[in-house]
Nanobody
Framework: QVQLQESGGGLVQPGGSLRLSCAAS????????MVWYRQVPGKERELVAH???????NYADFVKGRFTISRDNAKNTVYLEMNSLKPEDSAVYYC????????????????WGKGTLVTVSL
């Protein structure tokens, strides 16, 4: 069984910074892509940033220049460094990974974390 566990959310003032982490655990053979999404109640989940196994990254326009995604392959962990936070960044941030397990080494499967809440407010 594979689990994704996010951490690092919390309350921060506008202009502040937070660093989110997402650790994947279980019978993992390899991780293809790791992605951060976010969701505000009543709205659709939106992609924030993703990073591939070779380190290629992509960002949503609304976080470019402010957020940085990175990963530690040895730890099966992805990070999201968030700077210059705005109130509109408040959301539940979810980690997603497409990965192969030791039981399914030929097919990637999708896994989700339970989310971590980020609140940007005075």
């Amino acid at each position: 069984q594979v689990q994704l566990q996010e951490s690092g959310g919390g309350l921060v003032q506008p202009g502040g910074s937070l660093r989110l982490s997402c650790a994947a655990s279980g019978s993992i053979f390899s991780i293809n892509v790791m992605v951060w999404y976010r969701q505000v109640p009543g709205k659709e989940r939106e992609l924030v940033a993703h990073i591939t196994s070779d380190g290629s990254t992509n960002y949503a326009d609304f976080v470019k220049g402010r957020f940085t995604i990175s990963r530690d392959n040895a730890k099966n962990t992805v990070y999201l460094e968030m700077n210059s936070l705005k109130p509109e960044d408040s959301a539940v941030y979810y980690c997603h990974a497409n990965l192969r397990t030791h039981y399914q080494i030929f097919n990637g499967m999708d896994y989700w974390g339970k989310g971590t809440l980020v609140t940007v407010s005075l």
